[in-house]
């Protein structure tokens, strides 16, 4: 059997299978991406593919309508395939990569945010330095005289500038130093890591080629964040990200563990991140800088758990498998080579410490951005990204913890939800009176409206309880033009008629995608009110909120105040911190000291396991409301009208 | 065009290629060996092959009858592609795996040669000991109350052990740690190196796997030799030996420098010596010793400087060039990673120094084995390889130097000269009366003549002079059955009859041949005398002469001082040492203290340019006599009649 994957923006791509395959199994064999967060299973709807010729057999879903299915929609997760056939895949690989908030420095915003916590560090006494250096190297050309062969010529060079130090020559240095030295007559730049008593040679090459250059990394579940900085002077190179190519294995953690437990699965995940993510990332960086990958001197990563062990190819199973201890926490043996990355294959690729298998390397790094652990204030640090993990302490201690609060703060378990890209409505307010929305919506000036991303979602339900148009159940309590009932009376509040969307389909949110989120924010306030009550502290002894990650950046805190999900002190404790992650890890690939530090704090860190965690269980249904059941704990929100 | 090789004893490789392509080329670029010791030129007419279809354009060669030219012969090196052919190739290749004497302690001589050698070292006090270990690991599996993850673990238990080091973790083990744990149920065991403060992994397996394996390979010009052996017992393990892949890029090591540096050339080498030869040897090696490949954790080399250089991959030009200083002569940074050996990636691969550009690592590492570092007594160590390499000395100096005596000794220019594979004559006497030959040939009984080796060659030409057939200066003074001339009156002794020959084609001896040996013997001698003169010595001061190599082994010492190939020394001064280079890069691969020895001995040694120096053409002239024209210099050799 054949079936052509007509790809939004992209070419055809055609594959044979044999009748009775599943047809998503099938485009991720031929690497067609096809959202699917809930890697397969048929609850989260994302899937959906429109059959252009030829006939799957499929089951019928609530994510589809009788309409759509007509027109030919199908999630392909449900779709066997019977005939030859044609379908349509619509392009949300190439809209992740294009306008996907991503927190990459790519406004003055974020670059401020970025460069503010660099300066903090520098503050907090970390020094901003290392040990890879460009030697530029003149010897003369061995002669009847001179008879030294070229390695010990080239250390006697080095050692005349740095002392008695010995010099390590790699195989890469090794096996192109003869035709190196001699294409540029004995004037050559040679790159290495000094460390005190020996020089690891790392690049040999043109005079006039001086770059010293570090990658930090930021893989988050969803999305990549990646800058090339100058070594030397901590300079921001280039920049750049993209999706996490695993996202067709799954949105989450779980379901990528499990793929990754299948035969090949550990070479097909890691295949997902290094060749078809970070790869082109760093190739188009290395052009924007106008750098040679062999430049490339050390890189640093900030992943959680999952990433790190699905990057360096670990099984991951341990991290979702009771008693759920990953692999490692710290382990500092990797090399570009290893994972056959675009730099350096001797460059370290420095990994900040995990602290537990859902406390990883992104929040240890994010705290060391923070500076958490260099104040006396209190201070609480959430990173929102697809799963929700907290930090709170001071100098003297850190406590961290994770919870699940399910995929709705990029739009899944929501009906018209959707990631942070074109289309997506990312703020609103409602009119108290007429009830009619005033939306912004991402994407260029008369982009129509596609879904609702998490920040959306925030603000419209915080608005919806604010007009009392839903009570603190999150179920419909006003009547309205807007305000819609289904035949089994489920109401739902739409954004968007089909005939304004961009997509033909109407964009509302409905009473179970308000229940949905209303655990996910249940989820992070009774993560907070548990870790707090740990150390026997209140919301009122929190000096400082930072909230970090991608989904924080479009976030209203009032509003995530107003709906119970962040505690209810005063605006200005609110700091966004942006991509604190990525922000770390450039700290780590420039400064050794941050390196350490990194590693200091990640030991200090207390990881608090909520789910045994006595009471946990009753906070999190004590926050199932809007804005909490105890009112007590919410005094500055809005009331319920 | 398509030409079709059809070669003996294997399947036919068709390729496409283009009217004028040159055929010897079109061969190698489809992996078809045809010897050809000249690379090509036309000098040696060894690259014979014969049409069978189709048409060449070939120049006429003094190397090919008109008999021959009818049927079909042809140099494949003078011939270009003008029709659609098919051509029959000899099957020298497998000629050489299957019989070549490489000195591969195939026979039980070699092996008391040896063993002997390895006892000698142990005498001179080298301790044969490595920091290699197979450490058996048992650990508890994580649970809630022992949150440990896997590296840390493994870390305590090695620890536990070993006392507090530090544990170095590289990629390979880390990759599969969780895997590997699980599977065994935390019973597994650790290979590594225990470097005194820490212990660096290499392999993490099967508690029931605890090989910790060595490999040994001398890499010669003409045939490479490896053995396994056990890195805790030395035992061998497995043994093996091919020809050198490189062979189709040249005979000796100047044709395959220029072969290097044409464009892909360094790769085309090295791949030629890795790829097509080392790999298949140590996949044989493993499977003889039912290792895997991972349990190979330190590998040896002792190779001469070119072959080292190709090896690695790095410019060979600078060994042939003025001033002929080599890249390195000592480099410790070879994995076996960097070129993808079947090893443990992380091995060591120890490379026995090279003092110069034609004193190699072979040479070091065969005075390391043949002891003369460690005797009062006055030693000199010849190497008769494709090259002859000679060392002179005793504990208190050493003095080296190379001579190129051509490609004689292998049976390059002699006209029915061959490597000693089946067919060559190896030893012969000649009956002074009737002039008649009684001849040694390689091979099973009943073995038909193809040509004439090394020895063979020694043996023929004293033979020869000893019965009053050739005089000194190699020109026949007796007339016979066996002695007939050409046209231009040039003499020749014949061996066998065309009709009793393998080919068909007669075997004989003639004066140009001869004349060719005679250089190259006398540029044997000379280095020895020009050697002894530097240090104001005589032959008669020499204690003991080690003849080392391949083409050693079949050697008549008595006939080779009656030519006045070897010094006029009492007999009982000579040992055949065998493969020499082999035995030291085994003692360097089991004994950290051979390889610290090796590495004294080379940088102790001094290297004599023999070109350059003083009086040595006048010696070589003064050699070009049989057996010299200084009768005095040997008082025993036979006298002409």
Not at 46 to 51: A, D, E, I
Not at 514 to 527: E, G, L, V
Request: glycine share 10%; charged share 20%.
């Amino acid at each position: 059997m054949k079936v052509v994957f007509q790809i939004e923006g992209a070419s055809p791509v055609q594959v044979e299978c044999n009748a009775g395959d599943n047809l998503l199994e099938l485009a991720r064999r031929a690497n067609v991406a096809i959202d699917a967060p809930c890697s397969g299973n048929g609850s989260c709807g994302k899937c959906r593919v429109k059959l252009m010729e030829g006939q799957v057999e499929s089951y019928p879903s609530r994510h589809i309508t009788d309409e759509e299915y007509e027109a030919g929609w199908r999630l392909s997760c449900s779709c066997k395939v019977v005939t030859d056939c044609t379908v349509f895949v619509p392009d949300i690989a190439s809209a992740y990569q294009s306008r996907m908030k991503t927190a990459d420095l790519s406004s003055p915003e974020e670059v401020a945010i970025f460069e503010k916590a660099q300066n903090d560090l520098k503050e907090s006494g970390i020094v901003f330095d290392n040990d890879f250096m460009a030697l530029e190297l003149r010897m003369d050309a061995p002669s009847a005289d001179d008879t030294m062969p070229d390695n010990e010529r080239l250390t006697w060079a080095i050692q005349a500038q740095l002392g008695d130090v010995a010099v390590e020559i790699p195989y890469i240095v090794m096996a192109k130093l003869a035709s190196t030295l001699r294409q540029y007559d004995f004037h050559v730049v040679v790159k290495g890591e000094f460390l005190g008593d020996r020089f690891a040679c790392m690049e040999i090459c043109d005079p006039a080629d001086t770059a010293v250059v570090g990658c930090a990394i930021d893989i988050g579940t969803t999305t990549v964040s990646m800058v090339l900085t100058d070594l030397k002077t901590g300079k921001i190179l280039a920049k750049g990200s993209s999706g996490n190519g695993q996202i067709r294995y799954g949105a989450d953690v779980i379901n990528r563990i499990i793929e990754q437990s299948k035969p090949g699965g550990k070479k097909k995940l890691q295949d997902a991140i290094v060749k078809e993510t970070l790869t082109p990332i760093l190739g188009n960086l290395c052009k924007t800088a106008n750098i040679s990958a062999r430049s490339i001197l050390r890189l640093s990563v900030g992943s959680n758990t999952t990433m790190n062990h699905l990057l360096i190819g670990v099984d991951a199973d341990p991290v979702r498998m009771d008693p759920y201890i990953p692999s490692f926490f710290g382990w500092d043996g990797l090399k570009a080579g290893d994972l056959k990355l675009p730099a350096n294959p001797l460059a370290q690729v420095v990994i900040a410490p995990n602290i537990g298998s859902y406390v990883g390397g992104d929040i240890t790094a994010g705290t060391l951005a923070a500076g958490l652990w260099d104040k006396d204030e209190m201070s609480l640090f959430i990173d929102l990204g697809t799963n929700g993990e907290l930090v709170f302490g001071n100098r003297d201690f850190l406590m961290s913890c994770a919870c699940s609060a399910g995929p709705a703060f990029e739009g899944g378990d929501i009906s018209c939800g959707m990631r942070a890209t074109d289309g997506a409505v990312e703020a609103c307010t409602i009119d108290k009176d007429t009830m009619e929305p005033s939306l912004t919506v991402i994407g260029d000036p008369g982009q129509r409206v596609v879904g609702i991303c998490g920040s959306g979602i925030i603000d419209i339900i915080s608005e919806l309880y604010r007009c009392g148009i839903i009570n603190a159940r999150g179920l419909f309590a006003r009547e309205g033009a807007r305000v819609r009932r289904d035949q089994h009376g489920m109401g739902r509040y739409v954004i968007a008629d089909a005939e304004e969307s961009e997509t033909g389909r109407e964009v509302s949110i409905n009473e179970v995608d308000i229940d949905n989120f209303i655990r996910a924010k249940a989820a992070i306030f009774s993560a907070i009110d548990t870790l707090l009550r740990s150390v026997d502290m209140t919301v009122d002894m929190i000096d400082h909120v930072y909230v970090a990650g991608g989904i924080g950046s479009g976030i209203n805190m009032k509003n995530a105040v107003n709906i119970g999900m962040l505690p209810d002190v005063e605006p200005e404790k609110f700091s966004y911190i942006g991509n604190s992650s990525l922000a770390g890890a450039y700290a780590m690939v420039v400064s050794n000291q941050a390196t350490e530090k990194c590693a200091e704090v990640a030991s200090n860190m207390t990881y608090l396991e909520l789910s045994t965690y006595p009471g946990y269980m009753d906070s999190f249904v004590a926050a199932c409301f809007i804005p909490h059941t105890d009112r007590n704990l919410f005094p500055n929100s809005i009331q319920e009208c």
